[in-house]
T-cell receptor, first 114, second 113 residues
Framework: KAGVTQTPRYLIKTRGQQVTLSCSPISGHRSVSWYQQTPGQGLQFLFEYFSETQRNKGNFPGRFSGRQFSNSRSEMNVSTLELGDSALYLC?????????????FGPGTRLTVL | AQTVTQSQPEMSVQEAETVTLSCTYDTSENNYYLFWYKQPPSRQMILVIRQEAYKQQNATENRFSVNFQKAAKSFSLKISDSQLGDTAMYFCACTNTGNQFYFGTGTSLTVIP
């Protein structure tokens, strides 16, 4: 079974631009969560989608948004990029999004904002 | 809100020795789960071990075991017989009834040959 895939793997943008990141979960998984990973901050939860609905949201500004499609693939969008948005963005999928479910992480998208 | 604290940014251990990584957490929930994830250099994050808060028995997975002290809100990871492949960032995490994961800032472990 294929693992969680994320595209693109690397991205360079300039301040003010917007960006869309994509995540394809493991087949059969319905929950997708997004995290921002920066040195010294660890992983910070952005949001979680389950069956095309945002079920949980972290403490990030409205510039960060996401959606999930009927095939469980998810996209994350960041508008009006700031230098501080430079980070590794990870997505994780799980079967039903229950805390008993194991989260499987993708390789991440490395975003650099210049 | 929940917080997870890992007070050891970096650690090292000699191959074949034992090392313990510390983690403390703060939650007002009664029903929660604790996890240790491993992120090898340039590789994907994978689950190492997990513990249900309502279980008193410490979880064990081969060379990996935890010391779960619920009253102290402590959840340390012990790696026995350390191997070179254990070199990685280790993240402690907690999840609550809302299924939202809270991660610590990580501990970078280096196994020295």
């Amino acid at each position: 079974k294929a693992g969680v895939t994320q595209t693109p793997r690397y991205l360079i943008k300039t301040r003010g631009q917007q960006v869309t990141l994509s995540c394809s979960p493991i087949s059969g998984h319905r929950s997708v969560s997004w995290y921002q990973q920066t040195p010294g901050q660890g992983l910070q939860f952005l949001f979680e989608y389950f069956s095309e609905t945002q079920r949980n949201k972290g403490n990030f500004p409205g510039r960060f948004s996401g959606r999930q499609f009927s095939n469980s693939r998810s996209e994350m969008n960041v508008s009006t990029l700031e230098l501080g948005d430079s980070a590794l963005y990870l997505c994780a999928s799980s079967l039903g999004g229950q805390k008993t479910d194991t989260q499987y992480f993708g390789p991440g998208t490395r975003l650099t904002v210049l | 809100a929940q917080t997870v604290t890992q007070s050891q940014p970096e650690m090292s251990v000699q191959e074949a020795e034992t090392v313990t990584l510390s983690c403390t957490y703060d939650t007002s929930e009664n029903n929660y789960y604790l996890f240790w994830y491993k992120q090898p250099p340039s590789r994907q994050m994978i689950l190492v071990i997990r513990q249900e808060a309502y279980k008193q028995q410490n979880a064990t997975e081969n060379r990996f075991s935890v010391n779960f002290q619920k009253a102290a809100k402590s959840f340390s990871l012990k790696i026995s017989d350390s191997q070179l492949g254990d070199t990685a960032m280790y993240f402690c995490a907690c999840t609550n009834t809302g299924n939202q994961f809270y991660f610590g800032t990580g501990t970078s472990l280096t196994v020295i040959p």
